[in-house]
């Protein structure tokens, strides 16, 4: 969930007028998030850059653990010391 807010917050600030029906605001909670508590839509618009499944967890997790093994990382050249204070 990618949001400031939980689904049920939302739809009471965006539905004030269906407060009074329950149902309506179960409805309108059901709604919001199917269009935008799922990670398949955020992936879809950009604001999460890929979905791994709970079953694949491991193994990406592995895989990029294995590709991060023989790196050594090379600091950059300084052109400038600190001065004496």
Do not use: S
Request: charged share 35%; glycine share 6%; net charge positive.
């Amino acid at each position: 969930e990618i949001a400031v807010m939980g689904a049920k917050g939302a739809t009471e600030i965006l539905h004030r007028k269906d407060l009074d029906d329950p149902e309506k605001t179960a409805a309108h909670t059901k709604d919001y998030e199917d269009r935008f508590a799922n990670p398949f839509v955020a992936a879809e618009r950009g604001f999460v850059d890929e979905v791994i499944m709970p079953r694949n967890t491991r193994k990406r997790l592995c895989r990029a653990f294995a590709g991060l093994r023989g790196k050594q990382q090379q600091m950059p050249w300084k052109k400038h010391d600190n001065i004496p204070l």
